[in-house]
Nanobody, 123 residues
């Protein structure tokens, strides 16, 4: 069994920064690609960023390119550095993991999810 736990969410003013963390426990050594998704009230869950098992390849949603950075320091910790935050970034942010050497960007391709952490950006 694999558990993912997010932390680092909170309330921040527009233009500010937050750093989200995702800690994996359990059989986490089997998890390879990791990603962040978000879901705003009344909207569908959307892809934010993903990182390959090696950490050498990343992908981002157009809406966050140049502002957010995904990174990992080992197989059990993944981060999302969020800069220049906008009110439109307000959402619950979820960490997700899956197996394999392909790094997907669709939520359906991820089998492990955290409980989410709220990010609120005030304008």
């Amino acid at each position: 069994q694999v558990q993912l736990v997010e932390s680092g969410g909170g309330l921040v003013q527009a233009g500010g920064s937050l750093r989200l963390s995702c800690a994996a426990s359990g059989r986490s050594f089997y998890i390879y690609p990791m990603a962040w998704f978000r879901q705003a009230p009344g909207k569908e869950r959307e892809f934010v960023a993903a990182i390959a098992w090696s950490g050498g390849s990343t992908s981002y949603a157009d809406s966050v390119k140049g502002r957010f950075t995904i990174s990992r320091d080992n197989a059990k910790l993944v981060y999302l550095q969020m800069n220049s935050l906008e009110a439109e970034d307000t959402a619950v942010y979820y960490c997700a993991g899956t197996y394999g050497r392909v790094t997907p960007t669709r939520a359906d391709d991820y089998g492990y999810w955290g409980q989410g952490t709220q990010v609120t950006v005030s304008s």
